[in-house]
């Protein structure tokens, strides 16, 4: 039987979860397919995000013939082939996984197809296609980067395939603990196709130990302790003293907040433990910038290296960056200036009439958008000294609201509150005399 994630693939732009930046109602992939003017592209983001799911939903939507090809293991043989079936039927989606390894013999075979149409390229690949990929196939090809699934996007991915009964795991009627689903969704940090895959296995195997124990499997429910054993995460961490997963992450930031850094190892070696390097890694990038920031801009990029290095490395090696940066950010000066700004900005956006931009600032690069008004009166700080001039940037109902309140508590962001004041001082001022 083909894995969970593979039977749950999208056959229409309606299915796909997430992406609504590009295949949303009025967005340009799915203005594309309703068209019916497809033109080649490369999608790229992390695995397991949708990059496959979309060129299976465009098939299924335009009822195109589809292939998938690696461009690293297949061969310019197969490539033939499905050149061949895209002259003999007008057209034919090929996605073609990890394009960034496609060599130049392949590339030169493609480029000509892709001109024609004969073949419509979807190209998927985790690297950046603006150094990754050759110009001459960008040149021929839309770029469209994919956004990691929110934890809402994965929660409807689970639902859905927990009630699917003739491609999911509907016919099995289980249900999951809340906590177990968190915990499936946090440790699939927004890669779906792990995420279904260590659902379908908690499913098949609680069902199968429940027969092996006599018990009845005709509906069952699946514990965080279930779960946790069916994606490797050592049961360590929900022991009988109730020490969950997010106890263990949340005590791990607390103590890197609070400078105990003998705390914070801690219960980095418990996570460590626990195999959890998804976790891990995840919730030193929100400490980083939530509780140090910018205290100490510098640590928070030592933290993004070590992140990477362990991401890289993987275990046993992985604890080796990990505890310098767990060290580093524990006994760095600590701000909360920067989360605390933008959740007042935010604040302000879902709950107050904000007003709308001022005109000056508005986009003026059209034709009529002076006769508007729109940009009429901006004035280009670079042709002042200082490459500052005072302007009104904020609406009318919200000028001099403060969002940002920096706190001093490093050299670096002393320097940083002291140019917000001189600055903020200037442009009331200024903004007075005219």
Not at 195 to 222: C, R, W
Not at 292 to 300: D, H
Request: net charge negative; aromatic share 6%.
């Amino acid at each position: 039987m083909k894995p969970l994630a593979y039977r749950m693939r999208p056959k229409n732009l309606d299915q796909v979860v997430g992406q609504q930046h590009l295949i949303g109602p009025g967005k340009i992939i799915r203005r594309m397919v309703e068209a019916k003017l497809l033109s080649s592209m490369i999608l790229y983001g992390p695995p397991g995000i949708g990059k496959t799911s979309i060129a299976s939903a465009i098939a299924g939507s335009t009822k195109y013939a589809f292939r998938m090809l690696n461009a690293a293991t297949d061969s310019k043989k197969q490539l033939q082939q499905v050149a061949e079936e895209g002259k003999m039927s007008g057209t034919v989606i090929l996605l073609l996984d990890e394009i960034h390894r496609l060599d130049k013999t392949k590339q030169d075979f493609l480029l000509p197809l892709l001109e024609s149409g004969q073949i419509i390229l979807i190209g998927a690949t985790t690297e950046n296609p603006y150094i990754s990929i050759s110009p001459a196939i960008r040149s021929r090809c839309q770029i469209f980067e994919l956004h990691p699934l929110s934890e809402e996007d994965a929660e409807m991915a689970i639902d859905r395939a927990l009630t699917d009964e003739e491609n999911g795991l509907g016919k099995y009627h289980v249900s999951l603990e809340q906590d177990a689903k968190k915990l499936l969704i946090e440790k699939g940090n927004g890669d779906l196709r792990s995420t279904l895959n260590g659902l379908e296995l908690a499913v098949l195997s609680t069902k199968q130990e429940l027969i092996d124990q006599g018990k009845d499997a005709a509906s069952f429910t699946i514990t965080q302790e279930e779960m946790a054993n069916s994606i490797q995460m050592k049961s360590q961490n929900f022991d009988a003293d109730g020490d969950g997963h997010y106890d263990l992450v949340s005590a791990f930031q607390k103590s890197i907040r609070g400078s105990d850094v003998d705390a914070a190892l801690h219960y980095l070696a418990r996570l460590v433990e626990s195999g959890d390097l998804i976790s891990i890694c995840r919730r030193l990038s929100v400490i980083a910038y939530e509780d140090i920031s910018l205290a100490n801009p510098a640590a928070c990029q030592h933290a993004f290296n070590a992140i990477q290095a362990a991401q890289q490395l993987g275990f046993p090696e992985a604890r080796i960056p990990l505890a310098n940066a767990v060290i580093e950010l524990a006994l760095s000066p600590k701000s909360n200036s920067a989360i605390m700004a933008i959740d007042s900005a935010l604040d302000d956006v879902r709950n107050k009439k904000i007003g709308s931009i001022p005109n000056d600032l508005k986009d003026a690069h059209y034709k009529g958008a002076a006769k508007l008004g729109h940009g009429n009166h901006y004035i280009y700080p670079h042709d002042f000294q200082g490459d500052w001039v005072a302007q009104q940037y904020l609406p009318d109902n919200l000028q001099g609201v403060q969002y940002f309140t920096p706190k001093g508590n490093s050299k670096i962001e002393k320097a940083l509150k002291n140019q917000y004041e001189i600055l903020r001082k200037l442009q009331t001022d200024g903004l007075k005399g005219h």
